[in-house]
């Protein structure tokens, strides 16, 4: 497929993956179907989606039936849904573009598929301002994070007993090693830059401080309220925990952008900012 000229009309793409849709969006070519609509908007949440993007299922399933109605130039993957590939084929050309199964570092990977996808879309212009409006986002914040920031462990509940802890290897570590901040997760991860560990493996991490990315699951927020383990966590007796809104870690400069905002203001935060170590 022939990618259109920037400012001319646009191949009419569907989106499987939320990173390759919210960057679809950014760049200001947005997919005309996405899957799972109601979900981005609590696990991604920007750039928000067009009330003209049709909503297409479930990512590991979507509506074959709509997309054979729509007319589409282009169906965008990842190696994730490798397996809807043939199925797929039989609409529209499609595209994978990879963040995470090849080498190179997840920030590096998702500005390469950024450019991948502006130049699909004859959005290639853009694509080169996202990019650098991204870098200079990062280097912003870094500037308002305090000279003596703390060592952090990001988090993400899967219930009240576990999390996603991120480490080496995901967009969340790269944009806080940009930004001058120390990851205190020093452990292994998987290639997707994060841990599932319970609350009793980060007792073994000392002089750090908790930043939790929303969405919490259910209940969840309750339950760790009175959890006498959480609440003896070294992490957490540092204190304040740091909230952090949704952000989509598996590639997506809107994401990191994201990330680096909701990291400066929250250690900028009087309460964080001015609070002596424990």
């Known amino acids: 497929m022939a990618a259109a000229t920037d400012g001319g009309d646009r191949p009419r793409v569907a989106a499987i993956d939320w990173g390759q849709a919210q960057t679809l969006i950014a760049l200001g070519a947005p997919p005309v179907a996405m899957a799972q609509i109601d979900a981005y908007q609590d ?32 169906i965008t993957i990842t190696p994730m849904y490798a397996s809807s590939r043939a199925r797929l084929e039989a609409i529209a050309p499609v595209e994978t ?26 959005r290639a212009d853009a694509a080169e301002r996202l990019v650098a409006d991204t870098r200079r986002t990062v280097e912003t914040a870094a500037e308002r994070v305090p000279a003596e920031a703390p060592r952090l462990l990001v988090v993400q509940f899967i219930d009240a007993r576990h999390v996603r802890v991120y480490g080496e290897g995901s967009l969340l570590d790269d944009v806080m090693t940009r930004m001058g901040l120390d990851n205190a997760w020093t452990g292994s991860t998987t290639f997707w830059g994060f841990a599932l560990v319970s609350l009793e493996r980060l007792a073994e991490v000392d002089d750090a401080r908790m930043a939790v990315l929303d969405p919490m699951p259910v209940g969840v927020a309750e339950e760790i309220d009175g959890s006498v383990l959480w609440n003896h966590l070294p992490a957490v007796r540092q204190g304040p925990v740091l909230d952090l809104p949704a952000v989509w870690s598996f590639g997506g400069l809107p994401s990191a952008a994201r990330f ?18 424990s």
């Open 97 to 122: 573009i990879d963040v995470y199964y090849h080498e190179g570092s997840a920030w590096d990977n998702t500005v390469e598929s950024t450019r991948r996808l502006g130049a699909l879309v004859g």
């Open 260 to 277: 680096a905002r909701a990291l400066a203001d929250a250690l900028s935060a009087p309460q964080v900012a001015g609070t002596p170590d």
């Open 43 to 74: 696990w991604v949440g920007v750039p928000p989606v067009p009330d003209s993007v049709r909503e297409l299922g479930l990512r590991v399933q979507p509506n074959m039936e709509l997309m054979s109605q729509l007319d589409l130039d282009l």
